[in-house]
């Protein structure tokens, strides 16, 4: 039988034996895969420089179903994404992004999420150095919607008030986004100003003219999208990326 081809991205990958790797790979047509490259490390393997953490290419896979991990036939590198190595902000937003779609994209087909992680490294890789915060944040704000976590903004998440437009906003991470004020009281909400509540809503949006954010208010946003990302998503796993790139060790304090 031959392999299935499907387009690819590297999300991680681990020394197997001697010469070997395994590979976790974000499918556009199987969903999230592990696949056995043997002979990757090999000097001469077929494999080359490819297998390289984020990059994007088109995979060719023998898969059985009584299996978790399949094996990697080939992968055709499309994209190298060099350039995500530039600076380390612009490296911690990318593989954060990369860690989401690891750990909770599904082990089926789901093309929107494997779409939007595809087109987030793109521009993650060539945005302007002074827009790779915001643009980080939007970007794991969309991957999260479309895996179907988007956050309440407009309407109560717990019983479906309307929210008023244009006051504080208090928002609860466990709850799912934002509570009316009769829902909020003994919730533990983050009350965000009107100001934050438009950055919030400009984040989340696919379409609206992207925020800009001091280091302050970037600071709180990145909290804020980590507390909703533990509550909902990572059931108490660790998440290595999303904690680098939330507390921005790199910079001096």
Same mark, same amino acid.
């Given at each position: /039988?031959?392999?299935? +081809? +499907?387009?690819? &991205?590297?999300?991680?990958?681990?020394?197997?034996?001697?010469?070997?790797? &395994? #590979?976790?790979?974000? +499918?556009?047509?199987?969903?999230?895969?592990?696949?056995?490259?043997?002979?990757?490390?090999?000097?001469?393997?077929?494999?080359?420089?490819?297998?390289?953490?984020?990059?994007?290419?088109?995979?060719?896979?023998?898969?059985?179903?009584?299996?978790?991990?399949?094996?990697? *036939?080939?992968?055709?590198?499309?994209?190298?994404?060099?350039?995500?190595?530039?600076?380390?902000?612009?490296?911690?937003? @990318? *593989?954060? &992004?990369?860690?989401?779609?690891?750990?909770? $994209?599904?082990?089926?087909?789901?093309?929107? $999420?494997?779409?939007?992680?595809?087109?987030?490294?793109? /521009?993650?890789?060539? %945005?302007?150095?002074? %827009? #790779?915060?915001?643009?980080?944040?939007? /970007?794991?704000?969309?991957?999260? $919607? #479309?895996?179907?976590?988007?956050?309440?903004?407009?309407?109560?998440?717990?019983?479906?008030?309307?929210?008023?437009?244009?006051?504080?906003?208090?928002?609860? %991470? %466990?709850?799912?986004?934002?509570?009316?004020? =009769?829902?909020?009281?003994?919730?533990?909400? +983050?009350?965000?100003?009107?100001?934050?509540?438009?950055?919030?809503?400009?984040?989340?949006?696919?379409? @609206?003219?992207?925020?800009?954010?001091?280091?302050?208010?970037?600071?709180?946003?990145?909290?804020?999208? @980590?507390?909703?990302?533990?509550?909902?998503?990572?059931?108490? =796993?660790? /998440?290595? @990326? &999303?904690?680098?790139?939330?507390?921005?060790?790199?910079?001096?304090?």
């Amino acid at each position: /039988m031959p392999p299935i +081809t +499907t387009p690819a &991205i590297i999300l991680g990958a681990l020394r197997y034996g001697d010469t070997s790797k &395994i #590979v976790r790979l974000a +499918t556009r047509d199987l969903g999230i895969r592990s696949a056995l490259a043997k002979g990757a490390l090999r000097p001469r393997s077929r494999f080359g420089a490819s297998l390289q953490l984020l990059s994007e290419g088109v995979a060719h896979l023998y898969l059985k179903d009584t299996r978790d991990l399949q094996t990697l *036939a080939a992968f055709d590198l499309t994209r190298l994404r060099t350039g995500l190595a530039v600076d380390v902000p612009r490296f911690a937003a @990318a *593989a954060a &992004i990369g860690e989401v779609a690891w750990r909770f $994209s599904p082990a089926e087909a789901h093309p929107d $999420s494997f779409d939007l992680l595809s087109g987030a490294l793109t /521009m993650l890789e060539t %945005a302007p150095a002074e %827009a #790779v915060e915001v643009l980080g944040l939007r /970007m794991l704000w969309r991957l999260v $919607s #479309v895996l179907g976590f988007a956050p309440a903004l407009h309407r109560c998440a717990r019983d479906g008030t309307p929210l008023a437009p244009d006051a504080p906003l208090g928002f609860s %991470a %466990a709850e799912g986004g934002a509570l009316c004020p =009769g829902c909020a009281a003994g919730h533990g909400v +983050t009350t965000l100003a009107p100001a934050d509540r438009r950055d919030l809503e400009a984040l989340v949006s696919p379409t @609206a003219e992207l925020p800009v954010l001091d280091e302050r208010h970037a600071a709180s946003h990145r909290r804020l999208f @980590a507390r909703f990302l533990r509550h909902h998503l990572a059931e108490g =796993g660790e /998440m290595p @990326a &999303i904690t680098f790139w939330e507390e921005r060790p790199w910079v001096p304090a």
